[in-house]
């Protein structure tokens, strides 16, 4: 190639040993202003009306957190976050239908009794009566549905844009099958009118804000947790097998087991987020976590900064909120400007806004830092080109 | 028995079908790497060209014939100027013209919304392709021979241009090893363009055969997007008969499925076996035999 694009590399910043006092702080502070704002000011300045829009917006970056991790550190292209956000969704929507249901004496959900196809509970509907059960599966669902998915693929060193495909594919096949059983999951529908959640009525406007409260704290500690993840040793494990995969694999590491945790942890995470968007907006259903959504879900990360984290997090909500506010006055002329900004931002920014910064200074000073290109198995060799 | 011949004619027409949208990406993702998300709305300029061309030329079976060549010149040039325009700058990153051609396919469906209105419209197909043959108590729709015969036409044409010609051999070096082609005088990025204008061009003439089949609309090319993904996945890089295989047999998988189960659940269970198919073979039926480690 005759122009040498910047490296994936530079935009991860590995642990650095010597920091200066204000240097260590800084991380810790910027997650403090970032706590306050979303804890202490969001509420106070905001509607009632405004706030359940950031909640939902804040379960978009919920998901980032895990696209962040996998994508990001680890290189997996993960297409299918959609179907991890759909589990937790309808793991969550399933079990505050049935307690809607037991409240007014049904044994059915409503929607349930219209189809009419039965009177009894189908059996996989049945232990989610439990909220312990229910609340687990939020999270152990996606997480194991990605572990036999993620082992069965990394094991056989499918990968790259292979990788990338299957998982849609997956997507795409849950919000057909979806779809398809009207009777016992509400079928284009999906599960809608969630009236209480654990005994809190949804209706109420200070249940809606405690919702919230609930979610902002979830990012939060979701942020912390990745930020820990990334400056482990496995971090840097993960950085390593997206730069060189062969190599780590001739240091002795297995890089599938590595990948495997990575796509698995995206995963939770995106399960939790659609466990939490359930009654914030008060529906989960097949077009929410579709091919379109699943894709959306990587396009906020992108467009904020793929490696950095909080480039991720603010992007997807940046993202989210331009297309409420702008797809509602500007229908077509929202599309166009959504498909420029995935054009421009991955295509000429790959690093995202976040990397912005960084790349107009490199401009500055083209001697000092001119991009690492990428060593012998570089994608350009590979005639494999799909699967470098 | 008739049962199962006509069940099994049903897969092989929706192997068709497959196969010709599948075929654009055999060269554009299965030889170059680039994962173009945009192929359906070149599937869609085809289906749109066919339309326009009814409009102005009443007869249903010289606008079709007309609309085929039309079709893939349309597209193809919508391809070359693609890659001329973004995909150039992504061949070290593969993965990330996923995302930037799926930009691009979002504004080609909202222009196909502006210029021809949301609402799905048809074409007449010629008269002698709306009928039906019986032989032997099986019927085979006269449009679904026509589409079958297409697909393998279009198969054969792409063989010829791969094998014979010095275009053909300077895609086969590019594709084996980029640098070597290179340094041995091949105009690498001139045959980038072209390989992408072919496959981008046949992706038009699967549009122009889906008019046949289907209403033809601004998302159209979303439908099939996935499922022509995973033919040229499972059917591996290197050669045309990888694709040709599993275009039909995935298509007669998908129709033996729907007849005794849903098509839901049939999508789920042909997910299931594709993921099974690569423990057996991770690079697909055919492999290009390399030294590289990927």
Not at chain 2, 51 to 56: P, T
Request: glycine share 10%; charged share 10%.
């Amino acid at each position: 190639m005759t122009t040498p694009t910047p490296s994936l590399e530079r935009m991860a910043p590995a642990a650095e040993p010597s920091r200066s006092l204000l240097d260590r702080f800084r991380v810790p502070g910027a997650f403090l202003v970032g706590a306050v704002l979303l804890i202490g000011v969001a509420p106070l300045a905001l509607s009632d009306f405004r706030l359940n829009l950031l909640a939902k917006y804040l379960c978009y970056a919920i998901v980032a957190v895990g696209v962040s991790l996998a994508w990001g550190r680890g290189g997996l292209l993960v297409l299918g976050q959609g179907v991890f956000f759909g589990l937790g969704g309808y793991a969550m929507a399933m079990h505050l239908k049935l307690a809607d249901a037991a409240e007014t004496g049904q044994t059915l959900p409503d929607f349930m009794q219209l189809y009419g196809t039965g009177d009894t509970l189908p059996w996989w509907w049945q232990p989610f009566a439990n909220p312990a059960f229910a609340l687990a599966m939020t999270v152990l669902l996606p997480m194991a549905v990605a572990a036999l998915l993620g082992f069965f693929v990394f094991r056989r060193r499918v990968k790259g844009a292979y990788f990338a495909i299957l998982s849609q594919a997956l997507a795409a096949a849950l919000a057909i099958w979806l779809v398809g059983q009207q009777a016992t999951t509400g079928g284009t529908n999906g599960l809608t009118d969630m009236r209480g959640f654990f005994g809190y009525d949804l209706d109420d406007p200070v249940n809606q804000r405690m919702v919230y409260f609930v979610i902002a704290a979830v990012l939060l500690l979701l942020m912390a947790a990745a930020r820990q993840l990334f400056v482990s040793r496995y971090g840097e494990l993960l950085v390593a097998v997206r730069d060189s995969e062969e190599r780590v694999r001739f240091l002795g590491y297995d890089p599938a087991n590595v990948k495997l945790v990575a796509y698995v942890v995206a995963a939770g995470m995106a399960g939790l987020a659609g466990a939490l968007f359930v009654p914030a907006v008060g529906i989960i259903s097949p077009a929410l976590i579709g091919i379109v959504p699943s894709i959306g879900f990587v396009i906020g990360a992108a467009v904020g900064g793929r490696a950095s984290l909080v480039g991720a997090v603010l992007g997807a909500i940046a993202v989210a909120w331009a297309q409420s506010t702008l797809s509602d006055a500007f229908p077509a002329a929202w599309t166009y400007l959504q498909g420029l900004l995935f054009v421009l931002a991955v295509g000429f920014l790959p690093g995202g806004l976040a990397s912005l910064a960084s790349v107009v200074r490199r401009r500055r000073t083209p001697m000092t830092t001119t991009p690492i290109t990428a060593p012998a198995s570089a994608p350009t060799s590979a005639p494999t080109g799909g699967t470098a | 028995m008739t049962v199962i011949l006509n069940q099994s004619f049903t897969g092989i027409s929706i192997g068709a079908v497959l196969l010709l949208i599948a075929l654009g990406l055999t060269l554009t993702f299965g030889q170059m790497g680039v994962i173009n998300m945009a192929h359906g709305e070149f599937i869609m300029a085809g289906a749109y060209t066919t339309y326009v061309l009814q409009k102005s030329i009443s007869g249903a079976g010289v606008s079709l014939l007309l609309a085929l060549p039309l079709a893939f010149l349309v597209a193809g040039a919508m391809g070359a100027l693609l890659e001329w325009l973004l995909i150039r700058r992504l061949y070290t990153r593969p993965l990330d013209t996923l995302l930037v051609t799926w930009g691009v396919s979002l504004m080609l469906q909202q222009l196909a919304r502006d210029v021809f209105g949301a609402p799905n419209v048809q074409t007449r197909a010629p008269d002698l392709l709306t009928g039906n043959i019986s032989v032997g108590g099986i019927t085979f729709a006269n449009n679904r021979l026509f589409i079958l015969g297409l697909a393998l036409l279009c198969v054969l044409g792409l063989t010829l241009i791969m094998r014979t010609t010095p275009l053909g051999r300077r895609i086969r070096a590019v594709v084996q090893n980029r640098d070597l082609a290179e340094v041995s005088g091949i105009a690498t990025q001139r045959v980038d363009r072209t390989t992408f204008f072919i496959g981008s061009g046949l992706a038009g003439v699967a549009g122009v055969a889906l008019t046949l089949v289907g209403p033809i609309g601004p998302t159209m090319g979303t439908n099939y997007i996935v499922d022509a993904f995973l033919v040229v996945v499972v059917g591996g890089v290197a050669q045309l008969k990888g694709a040709v295989i599993t275009a039909f047999a995935l298509g007669v998988l998908q129709s033996v499925l729907e007849y005794s189960t849903t098509v839901s659940v049939a999508k789920v269970i042909v997910l299931v076996a594709i993921v099974a198919f690569l423990q057996w073979r991770p690079q697909g039926l055919y492999t290009l035999r390399t030294r590289s480690l990927a």
